[in-house]
């Protein structure tokens, strides 16, 4: 795909045993909390509804609470639920951590360092599934998760392109654009933006806007007000998925 939003070839697809219009997105936020798992869910909602398959994948989580079956993150838990068809927690997370903690500190506390290949090996599944495969960060996007390695690298290596998450509230127009600068210093295509109004009393919220699709080098995918308790639907409702995505 070579981090190109448009639908590769039939046949293309075929040799690498894919479906025929499979696609992958990444998603990431310009921090956390600001909404990237009600965007992810959202944008599976809004492609379901056009009819096509989709699945996604949380690969590290932190926060996680300890269940009969093993540790479980909550969004982790949604995308699953929301996924064309079951697939084991496994699949959806591979790295699952207690502690709601910076992931690496928290892989540090219990002796693991997280690897690509694990990550990288559980996509490859999912896209052999799907027609879409969508894939959410965790935290900002040059958070830490080892070693050498941090967020940025997971889209290089499964070779995806971005979708920016920007929570608006006071600060956003400093965080929004550093990320997409560091995005495409990384080689990678930031191919759209959706804002997630985080803060319904945020002063010249419309003035920010103004300012984010001015200044972001990509289209917005829409503007998502203010919900007490949104659900994949009422997102979707928001948003609107490229032209290539159906």
């Not at 040059?142 to 390695?149: F, Y």
């Not at 608006?168 to 210093?185: D, K, P, V, Y």
Request: net charge negative.
């Amino acid at each position: 795909m070579s981090g190109a939003i448009g639908i590769s070839s039939t046949s293309a697809q075929a040799k690498r045993g894919l479906p025929p219009h499979a696609q992958g997105l990444f998603v990431t936020g310009t921090d956390t909390e600001v909404g990237k798992t009600e965007v992810t869910l959202g944008l599976m909602a809004a492609l379901q509804r056009r009819g096509l398959s989709v699945l996604g994948m949380k690969p590290v989580a932190a926060g996680c609470v300890l269940t009969p079956d093993g540790l479980r993150n909550e969004d982790a838990l949604r995308i699953q639920a929301q996924g064309s068809k079951p697939l084991p927690y496994s699949a959806i997370n591979p790295y699952a951590f207690g502690p709601p903690i910076a992931p690496h500190v928290a892989a540090a506390q219990v002796g693991v360092e997280m690897q690509i290949e694990p990550i990288k090996t559980a996509y490859q599944h999912l896209i052999t599934q799907a027609d879409w495969v969508l894939v959410e960060g965790a935290g900002g996007w040059r958070v830490p998760l080892g070693p050498g390695l941090t967020l940025a690298d997971l889209p290089s290596a499964l070779d995806l392109p971005v979708v920016l998450v920007v929570g608006l509230r006071l600060g956003c127009l400093n965080h929004a654009l550093l990320s997409a600068e560091s995005i495409q210093a990384s080689g990678l295509q930031l191919t759209g933006w959706a804002a997630n109004r985080i803060d319904p009393a945020m002063a010249a919220a419309d003035d920010n806007l103004a300012t984010l699709r001015e200044r972001l080098p990509a289209p917005c995918l829409g503007v998502i007000p203010w919900l007490r308790t949104p659900t994949p639907i009422q997102v979707a409702d928001f948003l609107e998925p490229f032209p290539e995505m159906v």
